[in-house]
């Protein structure tokens, strides 16, 4: 199912969007690549990371529009374990 035109430019934004936070996942993991992780096997973590960000972020998009994007969301949010801890701002943000 190829893209409309008109959301060409929403899913190019939702691509840096998602580049971004890969970003800030990275940085997050830098101490812990650095102690368990080699860069080959961190360069293959990478692409998983940037794409299920994508992947989310889209469904999250257009879950009001696509079944597809709805079942995705619904699955991953019964698969969350009630023993997670609740996001808090990493260090660098709190200061």
């Not at 961190?42 to 529009?65: F, S, V, W």
Request: glycine share 2%.
């Amino acid at each position: 199912m190829s893209p409309e035109p008109h959301e060409l430019s929403r899913m190019e934004e939702t691509k840096l969007f998602a580049t971004y936070l890969a970003m800030v996942v990275r940085n997050a993991m830098e101490e812990f690549h650095s102690a368990h992780l080699s860069d080959e096997q961190m360069a293959e973590l990478n692409p998983i990371i940037r794409d299920a960000i994508y992947t989310g972020l889209y469904a999250h998009e257009t879950r009001k529009q696509s079944d597809r994007s709805s079942r995705f969301i619904d699955e991953h949010l019964r698969a969350i374990p009630p023993y997670w801890e609740k996001p808090t701002f990493l260090p660098g943000f709190r200061k």
